[in-house]
């Protein structure tokens, strides 16, 4: 959405004060993140008709000395009464876990985008299966869905037998 990038970017960012902050220290690094919100009250002022608010989110992080900024620009339909800033850093926070543990995955260790199946149910099906494997690994204590893939194609038998010892016999 290059139009839409290019209109949130130039609100005056500057002029707009904090919303909320936070502050995190582990894995050997701080993180900062800081959120700046603004009502759009101009109409037709966003691409996007039904945006009730630009929000900012900027991210810097600094790892053994380090330090790298990242921004990301959002909008959302919902009023300032129902989305204060605090409230837009928690949902933000919590879609981009979503897309570090399914996402990522499916995109790096599957290399979805990569994928030719581009007609019919095969994106789909080829979608079930890809969250089929991952949510079995991951019932079964997985953390690296990539070292137990290589495991599972080394160890195919392993996988079979698991998935069909739960099922009685019929005859």
Do not use: C
Not at 77 to 88: F, G, H, I, R
Not at 119 to 126: E, H, L, N
């Amino acid at each position: 959405q290059p139009t839409l990038f290019a209109q949130l970017k130039a609100v005056p960012w500057a002029q707009i004060p904090v919303g909320d902050r936070t502050r995190d220290r582990g894995h050997g690094r701080t993180e900062t993140r800081t959120v700046k919100a603004v009502t759009l009250h101009t109409p037709g002022g966003i691409a996007f008709t039904h945006a009730q608010q630009a929000v900012r989110i900027t991210r810097t992080r600094t790892t053994g000395g380090k330090t790298s900024r990242e921004t990301a620009y959002l909008i959302t339909s919902l009023p300032a009464a129902d989305a204060q800033p605090a409230d837009l850093q928690k949902w933000a926070r919590a879609e981009w876990l979503i897309e570090n543990q399914v996402h990522n995955v499916r995109d790096v260790t599957f290399r979805e985008d990569l994928h030719q199946a581009r007609t019919g149910t095969g994106p789909a099906i080829m979608a079930t299966l890809r969250n089929t494997a991952i949510g079995w690994h991951r019932i079964h204590g997985e953390a690296n869905i990539a070292r137990a893939n290589r495991r599972a194609d080394r160890r195919s038998h392993d996988l079979i037998t698991a998935v069909t010892s739960s099922y009685p016999r019929t005859q």
